[in-house]
Antibody, heavy 123, light 107 residues
Framework: EVQLVESGGGLVQPGGSLRLSCAAS????????MDWVRQAPGKGLEWVGR??????????EYAASVKGRFTISRDDSKNSLDLQMNSLKIEDTAVYFC??????????????WGRGTLVTVSS | DIQLTQSPSFLSASVGDRVTITCRAS??????LAWYQQKPGKAPELLIY???TLQSGVPSRFSGSGSGTEFTLTISSLQPEDFATFYC?????????FGQGTRLEIK
């Protein structure tokens, strides 16, 4: 089955760290750019960042709100994408989704999403 | 950053109605626009990409149009399962951004 499954969410204090993982299955993970998107409770979608594939040197992009605090990594041998979150703030509280990017043939979209994992930053 | 403004933010409609949601970009994004549907407690699902291409498996009552700075999502005849929140997304440049969402409710 083609799917993405996030894990690692939970409750963390402000200033703390947390590492999320996304396990991919049913498709050739190494071919794709992979992204993280978050959604604060009752709010809209916010893009967090991207890790490109090997063909594009595994480079990364980040939203300004997380740059320098969050790091996206991937392990193609394990079909896994991680999000290391440091110096967490209350405003980082959100459901975090892993998403597969489709950038082929001039089209661009996020065509596969995980169900999300909730991160709560609170004292 | 490219800002996307959706209108309306809230829409009340009946089964069988035709509805249109607009997404305006603060600068030109060619056709690098996607539309998603999200139901409560669920992940977003891709409906339309490249402004007007229907994602595989999505019912043909959904359609998209536009290029540059103005885009629309149209549902030709609302079905009960269509009531949800809809988001546009631009993938023209970084940071990737989403519209604020349009919540579609049953009248």
């Amino acid at each position: 089955e083609v799917q993405l499954v996030e894990s690692g969410g939970g409750l963390v204090q402000p200033g703390g760290s947390l590492r999320l993982s996304c396990a991919a299955s049913g498709f050739t993970f190494s071919d794709h750019y992979m992204d993280w998107v978050r959604q604060a409770p009752g709010k809209g979608l916010e893009w967090v960042g991207r890790r490109r594939n090997r063909a594009n040197s595994y480079t990364a992009e980040y939203a300004a709100s997380v740059k320098g605090r969050f790091t996206i990594s991937r392990d193609d041998s394990k079909n896994s994408l991680d999000l290391q979150m440091n110096s967490l703030k209350i405003e980082d509280t959100a459901v975090y989704f892993c998403a597969r990017a489709n950038i082929g043939g001039g089209s661009r979209s996020f065509d596969l999403w995980g169900r999300g994992t909730l991160v709560t930053v609170s004292s | 950053d490219i800002q996307l403004t959706q209108s309306p933010s809230f829409l009340s409609a009946s089964v069988g109605d035709r509805v249109t949601i607009t997404c305006r970009a603060s600068q030109g994004i060619s056709s690098y626009l996607a539309w998603y549907q999200q139901k409560p407690g669920k992940a977003p699902e891709l409906l339309i990409y490249s402004a007007s291409t229907l994602q595989s498996g999505v019912p043909s009552r959904f359609s998209g149009s536009g290029s540059g700075t103005e885009f629309t999502l149209t549902i030709s005849s609302l079905q009960p399962e269509d009531f949800a929140t809809f988001y546009c997304q631009q993938l023209s440049s970084y940071p990737i951004t989403f519209g604020q969402g349009t919540r579609l409710e049953i009248k």
